[in-house]
């Protein structure tokens, strides 16, 4: 609560009526730059390269062939809120608070962070933001601009708000909206849409109907995906902002029980892994097409940044002996690929840059690069100095003149 009203606080002192003002005389004012962050939760590496190969992923390909990219590494034992809230914060997960996506048997939740957040510090210093369906954002806090919730949305059928998809009118136990008033533009000008991802199906619900289960399943989950894109474009059209934030959530969803795994890999059943081998694959080409139509948004002087939090693998040595291995977070749904592996390393998320400056065709090798320096380079690229607190660096390699730097903090 302290981090919430002093963004009031910041508010209301500060800067949401600033750029009006802006007008003859204060031409010499260099414009804030415009910064778009695309986060796919669970974005796997070795599933995306052979697309590429493939050519099924041109927009994808475009931002490497511009920009930097490479792995990102995680934390240890990698689920959402707690890698999201790192990227928020550039601290560990023990320093912000959201361990997991349950703490202390409360659903993660943004009351609970207790180091702030970017979306804080850009507010404060006079930058407009713009967050939609980012993990770990209920309920929202004020900003600058608005704020969505995304993945960990508390509703309807869903009142534990942990992998669900309550509608925007269905929300619960928090504002998923801010400002309040967006909440009816949206419901009027882009529909009631799906706050975050569809729930897996249970084990009971597959016996027996597994083929129609998987289709349903897979129907609804792009569904979904069309009407999030929806607002994203209505966002970006109608309300653009210096920076915003976008999320992703469906792909690591599939994942965890569709990985396209072989007859050899644990947990493999043919009624449910032999029906629909493509779905995995295909959420990374319908993620392609999402980021065409963000991309569609975008010139040269803004800069883009695709961040996933974590990779997702099938199941593995040592798995055989954890009695919920088997079981998704909720553990009803038998998975056959995971990501909270206790080595965060075996797992990576992803980094992918574009933007004024940044390098072209550059890849970080190794683990350059690491979910702690996204906010301070993103602070950085707004000339913001990087807090005491923030563990992570500017990534100052990614940047053209910087070839010997080593980034520091
Ligand atoms: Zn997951």
Redesign the pocket.
């Known amino acids: 609560m302290r981090l919430r009203n002093s963004v009031v606080a910041a508010l209301a002192l500060s800067s949401l009526s600033c750029l009006p003002l802006l007008g003859q005389g204060q031409s010499s004012v260099k414009p804030k730059p415009k910064v778009v962050v695309v986060g796919v939760?669970?974005m796997e590496l070795d599933v995306i390269r052979p697309l590429l190969l493939q050519g099924k992923m041109p927009n994808l390909s475009s931002v490497i062939k511009k920009g930097a990219y490479g792995k990102l590494r995680t934390v240890s034992a990698p689920?959402?809120p707690r890698v999201y809230s790192t990227l928020f914060t550039s601290t560990k997960p023990e320093e912000h608070g959201v361990t997991g996506f349950i703490v202390g048997g409360i659903t993660a939740n943004t009351n609970m962070l207790k180091e702030e957040p970017i979306w804080s510090m850009l507010s404060k210093n006079g930058v407009t933001v713009g967050m939609a369906n980012v993990p770990a954002t209920f309920p929202v806090m004020p900003v600058n601009g608005y704020m969505i919730s995304g993945m960990l949305t508390r509703g309807k059928n869903c009142e534990d708000g942990v992998l669900c998809a309550p509608k925007l009118s269905e929300v619960e136990g928090g504002d998923a909206v801010y400002p309040s008033a967006l909440k009816a533009e949206l419901l009027k000008n882009v529909g009631d849409f799906y706050i975050d991802c569809e729930r897996m199906p249970a084990a009971s619900d597959l016996k027996g109907h597994e083929s129609e289960v998987i289709n349903a399943w897979l129907s609804k989950v792009q569904l979904i995906r069309d009407q999030q894109t929806q607002m994203f474009d209505y966002m970006l059209d109608h309300h653009p902002m210096e920076f915003t934030w976008l999320g992703q959530s469906c792909e690591?969803?599939t994942g965890?029980w569709l990985y396209p795994i072989a007859p050899y890999n644990a947990g493999y059943n043919p009624k449910i892994n032999a029906v629909r081998t493509e779905a995995f694959p295909d959420q990374y080409i319908a993620f392609d097409k999402v980021l065409g139509a963000i991309l569609k948004h975008i010139d040269e002087s803004t800069y883009v940044i695709i961040v996933s939090d974590h990779g997702?693998k099938p199941l593995r040595e040592f798995e055989d002996a954890d009695p919920h291995a088997h079981m998704d977070h909720e553990k009803t749904t038998p998975v056959v690929a995971k990501?909270d592996f206790a080595d965060g390393d075996d797992v990576p998320g992803s980094f992918f840059a574009i933007g004024p400056g940044i390098k072209h065709d550059l890849r970080l090798m190794g683990f350059e690069a690491s979910v702690y320096d996204i906010a301070p380079t993103i602070l950085h690229l707004y000339g913001i100095q990087q807090p005491v607190q923030m563990r992570g660096h500017v990534l100052s390699e990614i940047f053209e003149g910087s070839d010997k730097v080593v980034a520091q903090k």
Do not use: L, T
């Open positions: 939760n669970g689920n959402c690591d969803r965890h997702i990501h």
